[in-house]
């Protein structure tokens, strides 16, 4: 798993600096026009780290996450 950056144009994300293999699964976080996205270093690390653990992994099923949540809320 990666982290990157882009860009839409022509209605198509393009994502700077990281080639991409045909037919790859991707999660899009849009933000405002305006609205700044920046992490810090330590923020990115964190990413990172998550999402390194993902890979192995270490993660608990989004079915099984919201079925804890609605026992508590």
């Not at 609205?35 to 270093?41: M, N, Q, T």
């Not at 990413?47 to 079915?63: R, S």
Request: glycine letters at 10%; a negative charge; aromatic letters at 6%.
């Amino acid at each position: 798993m990666q982290f990157s950056t882009g860009t839409v144009v022509g209605g198509k994300v393009v994502v700077e600096g990281v080639p991409l293999a045909e037919g790859s699964i991707v999660a899009v976080l849009s933000r405002e026009p305006e609205e700044p996205f920046a992490l810090s270093p330590e923020d990115e690390d964190e990413l990172l780290a998550a999402m390194a653990a993902i890979d192995k992994g270490e993660f608990v099923p989004a079915d099984e996450l919201l079925a804890s949540l609605r026992k508590y809320g």
